[in-house]
């Protein structure tokens, strides 16, 4: 089992920034996928930004120039830099460890709530 315990969500004003951070603990495969999802509400949940054991980051186009995911392989934990916020950024958004690659599960955090105004 994996636990992936998030912080970092708030409130925030349009332009501002926030940094979020996801720790994972237990049984970690070294071959893996950590990322960020978001979910608005009536939205389906959607990729943000994930990054593989290698460093080699993905992002959706809305994102991309505003956000930037990196990872601490050491402390097992994925972050979420989020630059320029603006209103349609709010959303729960979900840390996810993806393990399959290696025969593995894949699992997601609690989620935690970035809300920005206006």
């Known amino acids: 089992q994996v636990q992936l315990v998030e912080s970092g969500g708030g409130l925030v004003q349009a332009g501002g920034s926030l940094r979020l951070s996801c720790a994972a603990s237990?049984?970690?495969?070294?071959?893996?996928?950590m990322g960020w999802y978001r979910q608005a509400p009536g939205k389906q949940r959607e990729l943000v930004a994930r990054?593989?054991?290698?460093?080699?980051?993905n992002y959706v186009g809305s994102v991309k120039g505003r956000f930037t995911i990196s990872r601490d392989n050491a402390k097992n934990t994925v972050y979420l830099q989020m630059n320029n916020l603006k209103p349609e950024d709010t959303a729960v958004y979900y840390c996810?460890?993806?393990?399959?690659?290696?025969?593995?599960?894949?699992?997601w955090g609690q989620g935690t709530q970035v809300t920005v105004s206006s």
């Open positions: 237990g049984r970690i495969f070294a071959i893996n996928t």
């Open positions: 996810n460890a993806d393990f399959r690659l290696a025969g593995g599960e894949n699992y």
């Open positions: 990054v593989d054991n290698v460093g080699i980051p």
